[in-house]
């Protein structure tokens, strides 16, 4: 597949939203990880018709290197370990870093839910997004989190994701990519602007929707 850029998170979501019409979602719960997510997801459930909230889930990163996700914590407290997370992590390490992890899950919850009540989504049409997708781990906690609500459907929809991962998700879920890199690189570095999206801007956006709730 051909890499594609794209100018920021608003401009993939309005892309992505078109690729999702063929698949007929009605009424979606479009669930975005924040933080970034939270930008598309709000987008897609404008274009689709649906309604937005976010579903939590963090990244465990590697001793010394954050970004490297050697798994990722939902906010049921399911912990996903990708198959290679013991070879740089003591469990130990494991255990304490999801914990941690867990921790700001917690928090951002706290806050978030005192603007928008947390959507029901069983028996609903679901789409879990992200503002991109490297290694699967945190969309993987998010799709356990969700699924253990019996949704009637759950479709993963991002801008771009690496192929390996994409192709990991489609075990749990329809998955929906325009860009799937063989040569992934950071997230960021398939968009012209990237900036970092904060607790704020995640808190007024699900304040926008929490009336439509």
């Not at 689709?48 to 465990?60: C, E, F, H, N, S």
């Amino acid at each position: 597949m051909v890499s594609m850029r794209f100018r920021d998170r608003r401009h993939a979501a309005l892309l992505l939203a078109e690729a999702l019409r063929p698949l007929g979602l009605v009424d979606p719960v479009v669930l975005g990880i924040p933080r970034g997510g939270a930008v598309v997801a709000d987008v897609l459930a404008e274009v689709l018709g649906g309604t937005m909230d976010v579903v939590l889930a963090r990244k465990i990163g590697a001793p010394g290197n954050p970004e490297f996700a050697l798994g990722a914590v939902a906010e049921s407290g399911e912990v996903i370990l990708q198959p290679y997370a013991r070879r740089y992590a003591s469990d130990a390490y494991l255990k304490e870093e999801a914990a941690r992890q867990l921790r700001v899950i917690e928090e951002r919850r706290a806050r978030y839910r005192a603007v928008r009540e947390k959507e029901p989504l069983a028996g609903r049409v679901v789409v879990i997004t992200d503002d991109g997708v490297a290694t699967g781990s945190t969309m993987e906690a998010a799709l356990a989190a969700v699924r253990a609500e019996a949704p009637a459907r759950v479709v993963v929809a991002v801008p771009v994701g690496a192929a390996e991962a994409l192709e990991r998700l489609r075990a749990w879920a329809e998955v929906v990519a325009l860009s799937a890199p063989y040569d992934f690189g950071a997230v960021g570095a398939y968009y012209d602007a990237f900036p970092e999206v904060t607790d704020d801007e995640v808190v007024a956006l699900l304040a926008r929707w929490g009336g439509k709730a």
